[in-house]
């Protein structure tokens, strides 16, 4: 999972970002909310954890501002702050949980885990590279959030591939889901392959000898 983590304190911050990136998880932290602000602006995160009481904009006020932007993502608040009226406004905004400081790493990641088996966490966009994602819901590739124009079987081989992120899929397996299991040799699915390459921008998708592709997780 991708977080965007907003923490002033030094020292928690990188607790945080130790702990969770330990856990499999990618962080991006930031100790400001205004740098945090400019990132989500041009970055996907499945997760936001939000400190309320930061320079720059505050962590109640960075999350008003992206749903003005229609950026809806799971968000934890973690806060010293018990004043009810803030903890109501961070539920009123949309967070997903509240934890009070100071607390256990452990508890963090319990909360994280039970927000992602609730499915709070939609995963919609797949993060291909630093340029390119995959919209799920719409079976489309962006890049740098703007829709590309593919062919239909152009479209297939990046769905296929996006789904698949850091496994090898096969010959067998494009033959399956792209050609409908019809007979089709490898070098037709190469041909195909390397016509969808020379469109991109960037280099996504690895030929894997003698396998097939893949494209690895960013």
């Known amino acids: 999972m991708k977080i965007l983590l907003l923490e002033d304190e030094v020292m928690l911050n990188e ?8 856990q499999g998880h990618a ?6 909310g205004l740098e945090a602000y400019e990132s989500i602006k041009k970055n996907e995160y499945d997760l936001l954890i939000l400190d309320i009481n930061v320079p720059g904009m505050d962590g ?13 993502v799971p968000t934890i608040y973690i806060s010293a702050l018990v ?6 406004r961070a539920y009123k905004l949309g967070c997903v949980d509240y934890l ?17 088996l609730s499915n709070d966490v939609p995963r919609v966009h797949l993060r291909l590279s630093k340029n ?6 719409h079976s489309t590739l962006l ?4 829709a590309q124009t593919l062919t239909k079987r152009q479209s297939q081989i990046i769905d296929l591939l996006s789904r698949n992120r850091g496994r090898v899929v096969d010959f067998e397996q494009f033959s399956i889901y792209i ?11 190469r041909a195909e392959v390397n016509r969808l390459k020379k469109f991109l921008q960037e280099d996504i998708i690895s030929n894997v000898r003698g396998m097939g592709y893949m494209i690895e997780k960013p």
């Open 179 to 189: 050609w409908d299991d019809q007979v089709v040799d490898n070098a037709t699915i």
């Open 27 to 32: 962080l991006e932290s930031f100790f400001d």
């Open 15 to 22: 607790s945080i970002e130790e702990y969770l990136e330990s």
């Open 132 to 137: 390119y994602s995959y919209d799920q819901e």
């Open 143 to 146: 890049f740098n959030g703007l």
């Open 100 to 116: 009070k400081k100071p607390f256990h790493l452990k508890e963090l990641i319990l909360r994280l885990d039970r927000i992602v």
């Open 83 to 88: 004043d009810i009226e803030d903890i109501s």
């Open 60 to 72: 109640l006020t960075f999350l008003e501002k992206i749903h003005e932007l229609k950026i809806h």
